[in-house]
């Protein structure tokens, strides 16, 4: 697993791309930067394999040659991997940013299930997969092409957590989540995915470098629309449902309260 950070021009946030299995890389990431020396490639993480004591480049690694991964000499790229990821379309879930959510451990919202959810897919291979899936509403495909887990620092459908915090205060008045930011003068949902479709671009999933496409992890078709970018730079080849564990499991598991079923009411309702 690999987690890389993008900066951008729009806000001075940074930007998460989790990514799950050896064969999804960044470009900007791996693009070789002027005035570097080997030591600050290896530790802004541009390397191939594990870091190791007496590891001196970032090129090429005899351990990572050893155990047949994917090598940015060129060397060290097996077919059997190329091969996978052709055939497969990877994982994909833009997760937007929920301190209380996934930190503070609220009720309110299922953000933290949902995150925790798309690694456990992203994190099983093709046979586990199919098995751990049975016990879900629908089956999951499996995830041989890898994963990311975008992870978008926009808290609070883009409003920002002070912000979020005084919805949920006019939620407890009688408010519904669309109506209390309305009253709060921002839109129902503030959030982009412009960042998103370029950062999967970087990661090598834009339909120039992967026509295969992906497979989104979302229960809202819109998302699709707005990650896919205005050019469709990015392929979604298929759209693959979340289904809160509550319902799934006829409530034995998942996160369970009076507020979180309103939550969700309103999010099929109103968001889709
Ligand atoms: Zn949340």
């Excluded at 900066?7 to 999804?24: Q, T």
């Excluded at 077919?79 to 833009?94: F, G, M, T, Y």
């Excluded at 959510?101 to 291979?125: I, K, N, V």
């Excluded at 050019?231 to 998942?254: D, F």
């Amino acid at each position: 697993m690999f987690l890389h950070l993008y900066h951008n021009d729009l806000d001075d946030k940074e930007h998460l791309a989790i990514v799950f299995g050896n064969s999804i890389r960044s470009r900007s990431l791996d693009e070789v930067r002027p005035g570097e020396t080997e030591m600050d490639r290896m530790i802004r993480g541009a390397y191939v394999g594990k870091l190791h004591p007496g590891r001196v480049s970032s090129w090429y690694d005899e351990q990572t040659e050893r155990e047949g991964s994917a090598g940015a000499s060129g060397n060290g790229t097996p077919a059997q991997s190329a091969e996978s990821r052709d055939n497969k379309a990877p994982l994909v879930r833009i997760h937007s940013e929920c301190y209380t959510g996934e930190t503070a451990w609220s009720a309110r919202c299922d953000c933290g299930e949902q995150l925790d959810e798309a690694a456990r897919l992203m994190s099983f291979p093709l046979e586990t997969l199919s098995d751990v899936s049975n016990q879900n509403v629908s089956p999951v495909l499996s995830n041989s092409a890898g994963g990311v887990i975008i992870y978008l620092r926009q808290e609070g459908r883009g409003i920002g957590l002070g912000e979020k915090l005084k919805a949920y205060n006019l939620q407890d008045l009688g408010s519904d989540t669309v109506e209390a930011n309305l009253l709060l003068r921002h839109p129902a949902d503030a959030r982009s995915y412009g960042l998103a479709t370029a950062m999967l671009v970087d990661l090598g999933l834009g339909v120039n470098e992967h026509p295969e496409g992906i497979r989104l992890l979302t229960n809202n078709p819109d998302k699709v629309r707005a990650i896919e970018g205005l050019n469709r730079e990015v392929v979604v080849k298929e759209r693959v449902p979340m289904v809160p564990l509550a319902w799934s499991t006829g409530g034995q598991k998942g996160i369970k309260s009076m507020e979180i079923e309103g939550y969700l009411r309103t999010k099929v309702g109103s968001l889709s």
